[in-house]
């Protein structure tokens, strides 16, 4: 078999390891499962199923670590420092690191590239942060002195999406890590290659063995086994609601909290008096980011009546240009991620044409993308039904819907009319409307006159209703990733 001209035998696979206790190892079933390559179709790497018993020693060493004081004894300050090392070491090593995200996801490499990047800014903001969080002291009777300290859930398990898997797991562990608890992770097993690296370096940054380990497999496997296992204490969940709705039960039996980002369909409205030249770009790139896969992609767009022809027209151009290609070849956009998840999105356009809905622009895919690959073409569609499933469920592609509203009343009922309510955009220069509409919003994020898709390592970010709940990011994770204690001291 070829892979960009290169042949690889099944012998030849790379192969990648999980990380427990420090060390690298397979599952003991010894077991692996085949790395896809999304722009070609074809394995060229394997990781380790591994199964329950691994989550067993890897839930044990974690706990173990906890009690350890080679991290016990680490002051905030110094957690920091090797939050701050780890992120030297991903920009030393960035150029291997982009490219294997970019091979793995099948994101354009320019993509894999600003993924690392904000990596490294996570971990640099959570090292910085790390001796920054303080408690209160609470005026009660003027004998006593009571106060808050913020201390370490203890073991928390992290379990990540095959999307944004490096910036997701680095959100998660930089913020973890800056508490002081240790972490077992389970990656998708369709992209999770820089996850193990990343853990790899987090060693040489000075983590003592066990405060990181990462377990690969498959989510009904391996994943099932760490949400239940009862040695853990917090779960942080980013993925699918029906599997988050499982981790919820899983925390629910075993009595912990946790945080869960479970996507969303997030509107972008349009108002009469918004700069189209200015909003519909970047309407059309956050959209075809990561090829639509982005739990944030503002995917709904609502535009006033009055600009409905002009906005049609301009993005059936912007459409028109977009090419998905190989992620070496850094088009606009790349494969989706494995062949079950294209036919889930094709599936959809097939529904939306069989229902009537105009095709209002189509890009192009390569003519030199390998067949096997998976690709498909951005779609952006309109008007779409407000119950069609085109504007009620998260396609996770490249496919944009279009809504007209005539009034303002109208547009935020729109936007707020699905289950979801991640993040959303507001386009308009008048200051007033725009307040109004971001406080009437049901969405966890609101931007105006900008789309943060995807960004913003200081900001905090979590949904509501099915987008699920807690937030990541931002200080805002530290307070998630921690419990309050109160303690009072009678010094009669
Ligand atoms: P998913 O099944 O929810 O997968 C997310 C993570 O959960 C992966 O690490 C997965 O592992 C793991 N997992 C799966 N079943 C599990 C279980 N029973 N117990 C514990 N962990 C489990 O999502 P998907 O199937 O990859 O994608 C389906 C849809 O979910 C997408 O089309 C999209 O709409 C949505 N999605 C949303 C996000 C987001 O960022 N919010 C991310 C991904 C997907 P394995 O992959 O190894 O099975
Ligand atoms: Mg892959």
């Given at each position: 078999m070829t892979e960009f001209g290169t042949t690889l035998s099944s012998r030849e696979l790379k192969k990648y390891r999980a990380l427990i206790n420090g060390l690298q190892c397979d599952g003991s079933s010894g077991e692996t499962i085949e790395m896809i390559c999304p722009s070609t179709g074809l394995p060229f790497a394997t990781i380790p199923r591994c199964s329950a018993a691994d989550v067993g020693r890897a839930v044990s060493a974690a706990r173990a670590a906890l009690g350890s004081s080679e991290w016990s004894s680490l002051s905030a300050g110094q957690r920091g420092e090797r939050l701050h090392r780890l992120a030297e070491l991903i920009t030393q090593n960035r150029d291997r690191l982009a490219e294997l995200e970019a091979r793995d996801t099948g994101k354009p490499l320019s993509q894999g590239y600003g993924d690392i990047d904000t990596a490294a800014q996570y971990f640099r903001f959570y090292g910085g942060a790390a001796d920054k969080v303080t408690g209160d002291t609470l005026p009660i009777a003027t004998d006593h002195l009571a106060m808050t300290v913020r201390e370490p859930h203890g073991v928390v398990a992290s379990i990540v999406p095959w999307n944004y898997p490096m910036q997701i797991f680095a959100r998660v562990a930089g913020a973890a890590l800056a508490m002081g608890n240790t972490l077992v992770v389970k990656p998708a097993e369709d992209a999770c290659l820089s996850v193990i690296e990343t853990a790899n370096l987090a060693l040489e940054a000075g983590?003592?063995?066990?405060?990181l380990n990462i377990l690969t497999g498959l989510g009904e496997e391996a994943g099932a086994a760490l949400s239940f296992?009862?040695?853990?204490d917090f779960i942080t969940f980013t993925g699918s609601p029906d599997v988050g709705s499982m981790i919820q039960s899983a925390a629910a039996r075993n009595h912990i909290g946790c945080t869960l980002e479970l996507g969303g369909k997030s509107p972008q409205i349009v108002f009469e008096d918004a700069n189209l030249d200015k909003a519909l770009p970047v309407i059309q790139d956050c959209l075809l980011m990561n090829g639509g896969q982005t739990?944030?992609?503002?995917?709904r767009v609502l535009v006033h009546q009055s600009l409905w022809d002009e906005a049609i027209d301009k993005l059936r151009t912007g459409f028109r240009s977009a090419v998905a290609g190989?992620?070496?070849?850094?088009?606009d956009l790349g494969p989706l991620i494995n062949a079950s998840q294209l036919r889930r999105v094709n599936a959809f356009c097939e529904q939306a044409e069989a229902d009537?809905?105009?095709?209002l622009g189509e890009g192009t895919i390569a003519?030199?993308?390998?067949?096997e690959g998976y690709y498909t073409t951005a779609k952006v569609y309109g008007?779409?039904?407000?119950?069609h499933p085109l504007a009620q469920?998260?396609?996770?592609?490249p496919v944009l819907s279009l809504i007209p509203f005539r009034t303002e009343e109208e547009a935020i009922h729109l936007a707020n009319a699905t289950a979801y309510g991640l993040v959303a955009g507001v386009w308009t220069h008048d200051i007033s409307r725009a307040t109004r509409v971001a406080k009437a919003l049901r969405s966890g994020q609101v931007f105006v006159n900008t789309y943060?898709?995807?960004?913003?390592?200081e900001l905090p970010f979590g949904g509501v209703k099915k987008s699920g709940h807690g937030r990541e990011k931002g200080f805002e994770a530290l307070k998630e990733f921690s419990v309050l204690k109160t303690i009072v001291v009678s010094h009669a």
């Open positions: 983590f003592p063995p066990g405060v296992n009862p040695e853990v739990c944030s992609a503002g995917s190989p992620y070496k070849d850094d088009r009537g809905i105009p095709l003519p030199d993308a390998p067949v008007p779409v039904p407000v119950e469920d998260e396609v996770f592609g943060g898709a995807g960004g913003g390592v």
